[in-house]
T-cell receptor, first 116, second 118 residues
């Protein structure tokens, strides 16, 4: 089954304790990205990656890091989480548009993070 | 810069009523895609529809229909004969493709929380 998986689904942590949220897709997609969802703001892009070792900032990258060492994985790293990073996080993947003429992004199930 | 506005923060209707969710967008691109996603209480994002900027035909899928009007930069979503299971947060989104960078980003509206009361 084609899917995007995220782990963990729920996480409660304390300020300053480094954490990683994993994202994996089995569709051989080149493009992957991370979004955060906050009430009244919709979803906003944090980082994206066009392929292995190619990453770039989205609209709200402060406080986050990413890496793309394998095509299928795109972990989101919070080196020193703060309470304002409490949010619902979504990973998404898609093929590059000119390769398959597809603009649909496939979303993971979401990770609800609480930083106290 | 691109922007999506869903002015209706919350809508509450009684079951079987028709309801329309508004979406207005801003973009300088001539080529773009518009999307609607549903987020049920369980939290996942469910893809509903994608339209490209060159196709202004309205679309109907069962009780769902979409009205795309470039002249008013709107992409409204109507649920006919609403049901309790339609209760969810609905997001409208815009995708532009930055050909040079090769990136595609979804810009989301703020979402509309729809409650269908029995």
């Amino acid at each position: 089954e084609a899917q995007v998986t995220q782990n963990p689904r729920y996480l409660i942590t304390v300020t300053g304790k480094k954490l990683t949220v994993t994202c994996s897709q089995n569709m051989n997609h080149e493009y992957m990205s991370w979004y955060r969802q906050d009430p009244g703001l919709g979803l906003r892009q944090i980082y994206y990656s066009m392929n292995v070792e190619v990453t770039d900032k989205g609209d709200v990258p402060e406080g986050y890091k990413v890496s793309r060492k394998e095509k299928r994985n795109f972990p989101l790293i919070l080196e020193s989480p703060s309470p304002n990073q409490t949010s619902l996080y979504f990973c998404a993947s898609s093929p590059l548009p000119w390769q398959r003429n597809s603009y649909e992004q496939y979303f993971g199930p979401g990770t609800r993070l609480t930083v106290t | 810069a691109q922007k999506v506005t869903q002015a209706q923060t919350e809508i509450s209707v009684v079951e079987k009523e028709d309801v329309t969710l508004d979406c207005v967008y801003e973009t300088r691109d001539t080529t773009y895609y518009l999307f609607w996603y549903k987020q049920p209480p369980s939290g996942e994002l469910v893809f509903l529809i994608r339209r490209n900027s060159f196709d202004e035909q309205n679309e109907i899928s069962g009780r769902y229909s979409w009205n795309f009007q470039k002249s008013t930069s709107s992409f409204n979503f109507t649920i006919t004969a609403s049901q309790v299971v339609d209760s969810a947060v609905y997001f409208c989104a815009l995708s532009e493709t930055f050909i040079i960078q090769g990136a595609q980003k979804l810009v989301f509206g703020q979402g509309t929380r729809l409650t269908i009361n029995p």
